[in-house]
């Protein structure tokens, strides 16, 4: 169970803000954070907290951590909202905020919610590009995540030996192996032995590669926008499941 600053009065509150921002097209990607009319999934959540006074004023519109304390939630977990959001097409961006907000529960513990995502990233998602050539390179950072979902998180140590161990087996092609899932396995594992905001931005950027890497296709593509589509579906099953629903 994780501590939050909402009451369900101001999740309702914040929800209706970002329904506007829906309807009023205010909902900006490749924005900035910055509100000027618009901004980004975490800019408006940001400027809708100052603006119902939950959070203090100047806070700053790319503070992660300040949606991460107000929901309650992981770094890692705030840093996906925004991944998706930049990624979706424009129609599903726009009401993105709303979906995850909408999600959420109070009590429920999301501390798993990053882990079992990366593993079905790496393991069960079929985005990935796994060859006999990078399948090594990619299995050691699964059975470390594998293990972290069963309650039995790595160290850093542990996360560095086996991105040690995937560039050693990815080595065999560089090219191949950074549009690839050993490109995932590799940085993935090395942003993991990393402080919780490097983590959160580097492996979220990791699975942003994943995805193109495995769909073959220009970031602006229909296989781009599905593959999100799916990253997106997934993470709010998984935020679901994490409360029981």
């Not at 109070?106 to 399948?135: C, E, H, K, M, Q």
């Not at 995937?166 to 690839?180: D, M, Y």
């Not at 899932?181 to 983590?199: G, Q």
Request: glycine fraction near 6%; charged fraction near 20%; proline fraction near 3%.
């Amino acid at each position: 169970m994780t501590a939050t600053l909402l009451t369900p009065e101001l999740r309702a509150k914040l929800i209706k803000l970002s329904d506007a921002h829906a309807e009023a097209d205010e909902f900006q990607q490749s924005f900035g954070y910055e509100w000027k009319g618009g901004a980004c999934s975490i800019g408006c959540t940001i400027y809708d907290a100052v603006l119902a006074g939950i959070l203090p004023e100047g806070t700053k519109p790319n503070n992660h951590a300040a949606v991460a304390k107000l929901y309650g939630l992981p770094l890692q977990v705030v840093h996906l909202f925004d991944a998706i959001f930049e990624n979706l097409p424009n129609a599903a961006a726009v009401r993105w905020t709303s979906r995850w907000q909408r999600a959420l529960r109070d009590g429920a513990d999301y501390s798993l919610v990053w882990p079992r995502l990366a593993l079905w990233l790496l393991r069960d998602s079929g985005l990935l590009a796994i060859t006999n050539g990078n399948r090594a390179a990619v299995s050691g950072v699964i059975d470390l995540y594998a293990r972290w979902c069963d309650g039995n998180k790595p160290s850093n140590e542990e996360w560095s030996s086996a991105a040690a161990e995937a560039v050693r087996s990815a080595a065999w092609s560089a090219a191949e192996a950074a549009r690839s899932a050993a490109w995932s396995a590799v940085e993935t594992a090395r942003y993991a032995a990393r402080s919780a905001e490097e983590t959160a931005a580097e492996a979220v950027r990791s699975a942003a590669e994943a995805a193109r890497s495995a769909v073959s296709a220009p970031r602006s593509s229909a296989a781009w926008s599905a593959a999100w589509g799916k990253i997106a579906d997934k993470l709010i099953e998984l935020l679901d499941e994490e409360q029981g629903t």
